[in-house]
């Protein structure tokens, strides 16, 4: 049995590197953000580099959140390796410790490192995702990552007309729309209305648009400071409809599920994106199982790089098996916690298995 002291120097050892891993690709990832942001919108009226400085801040917590289950695997593998190197691994295991037990506090540390990232980091990526979604709606026409799409759009019908509804962001809840488009459609099927805001306030029975630019048939735009249009939408709908997950943090999305499902909507972007969240620790831990196959084998001049080459590209095919499945969740063509928990438990089956064929035959 492994002792505490050399489990938790492992785990010094795992939390070290990680901790590295994380502040470097952190500072890259801002660099990167900050010259995309520059290069696509350094022509736009309003644009500064203040403006593109904070954009790319906002924008950072959400990519690096993405990028938590390739700094495990790097921090795994760098960490088996450097104990390998060092001839750690081989007098721990001349000592009689087994791959199982000393592999079981950088699992750990994995694990503390995942829920750590969704404890504390997830929140900062919602709240910074959805402020950037903002942010860059102000200086329109703006295309940047968190707008990269094409808006999205609902339709409502009150008062026996329709009404198409396009924003490039909804942030409190669904209760209030950036730079919305508005199409008012009479009982024939005809536009007879446009009304391009602001902002958009969803109230009691109606939306309250401020500062709106009124366009009917061919005569010229009328500047109005607040246009009323009726609805029966709810805030729930809304946001179900409009929202991106990635904008709600992990304690407030099982509430916005289920108020959500209340009102008969699926939410299955809602509740995979949830899933995925809570089982984001214990795919660091596949991560490790992974890294474990190609790094604990001891060479006297380093390790193949064909062989950590091939436990990267096993972690970027376990990331990209996620996420296609992650898609299929979302769409409702499987349900939400197959979609999120299926990937990670075949990895880790494959990362058992082979560490058991390795060391017990």
């Known amino acids: 049995m492994i002792g505490l002291t050399l489990g938790g120097y492992f785990i010094r050892r795992y939390a070290s590197i990680a ?51 390739f700094i495990g695997l790097i921090a795994a593998m760098a960490t088996l390796i450097s104990l390998n190197r060092r001839y750690e691994l081989v007098v721990t295991r001349a000592a009689g410790v087994s791959a199982w037990q000393f592999l079981t506090p950088i699992c750990l540390g994995a694990f503390l490192f995942g829920a750590l990232a969704v404890a ?14 903002v942010v860059e709606a102000e200086v329109r026409g703006a295309k940047t990552r968190a707008n990269s799409d094409a808006e999205q759009w609902l339709k409502q019908r009150s008062g026996g007309e329709e009404t198409v509804i396009g924003a490039k962001a909804v942030v409190n809840d669904g209760q209030e729309l950036v730079a919305p488009t508005f199409f008012r459609i009479n009982e024939e099927g005809t536009i007879y209305e446009r009304l391009d805001a602001e902002r958009a306030f969803l109230r009691d029975g109606f939306w309250e648009l401020k ?26 709908f809304v946001g179900e409809q409009l929202a991106r997950p990635e904008a709600t943090s992990i304690y407030a999305l099982p509430g916005k599920i289920e108020v959500a499902r209340s009102f008969g909507l699926r939410a ?31 060479t006297r001049m380093g390790q193949s790089a064909t062989v950590i080459l091939g436990g990267i590209l096993a972690g970027f095919l376990l990331y990209v098996v996620s996420v296609l499945v992650k898609a299929f969740g979302s769409a409702g ?20 298995t082979f560490l058991l064929y390795k060391e017990d035959g």
Do not use: C, D, K
């Open 120 to 133: 504390l980091l997830n929140p900062l990526a919602a709240y910074g995702f959805s402020r950037a979604q």
């Open 19 to 69: 901790a590295w891993n994380f502040v470097g690709i952190g500072v890259l990832v801002f660099i990167v953000t900050f010259a995309e942001v520059s290069s696509r919108s350094a022509g736009l009226p309003g644009y500064s580099t203040n403006w593109a400085l904070s954009l790319a801040a906002l924008q950072t917590p959400i990519i690096l959140l993405q990028a938590i289950p």
């Open 211 to 236: 500062t709106v630019a009124r366009r009917r048939g061919t005569a010229p735009a009328e500047h109005l400071v607040t246009v009323e249009v009726p609805t029966n939408l709810r805030p729930e």
């Open 333 to 352: 063509v499987v349900p939400p916690a197959v979609a999120a928990w299926t990937p990670v438990v075949v990895a880790m089956f494959y990362g058992v």
């Open 268 to 298: 299955n972007a809602f509740a995979t994106h949830f899933h995925s969240l809570v089982v984001l620790p214990l795919l660091l831990v596949a991560m490790t199982l992974i890294a474990a196959t190609v790094s604990m084998r001891f």
